[in-house]
């Protein structure tokens, strides 16, 4: 199976291959987490700092994260689960574009496969 693969990968333009390339599920899913928990803690510093009267309110947060406030101990704890729900978002949204490019790459092989045999019907 894997002389078989590197063969079509071998035929594929290096753009294409590229584009098709996988997506790293561990790195994406750290990436998001990372950017997702600064952002809850970059947010609720403010809020801490500034007090705005008006916008929306961060406080709701408790409503998805357990223990959160509007505190700098809260800043953390939004932090830490920003971090780990980004990181299952990432992680999900790189799983499920790999799935999605694998039976894309999979239907046009089976699709190429099939118009290339003039004498399917023989074979059946």
């Excluded at 970059?42 to 500034?50: N, Q």
């Excluded at 406080?59 to 994260?65: A, E, I, S, V």
Aim: hydrophobic content about 55%; some cysteine; aromatic content about 12%.
């Amino acid at each position: 199976m894997k002389a078989e693969q590197l063969a079509r990968n071998a035929a594929l333009p290096a753009e294409l291959s590229r584009m098709c390339a996988p997506v790293h599920k561990l790195a994406l899913g750290i990436a998001v987490g990372v950017t997702a928990g600064g952002l809850v803690f970059l947010v609720t510093a403010f809020h801490v700092l500034v007090h705005p009267a008006e916008g929306p309110s961060v406080g709701l947060l408790n409503q998805y994260f357990y223990g959160y406030t509007v505190t700098w101990a809260g800043a953390a704890t939004g932090a830490f689960w920003g971090m780990v729900g980004g990181f299952v978002a990432g992680w999900f949204l790189a799983f499920v574009r790999n799935v999605c490019v694998a039976a894309r790459l999979w239907w046009v092989s089976v699709g190429t496969d099939l118009a290339n045999t003039h004498d399917f019907l023989d074979h059946i």
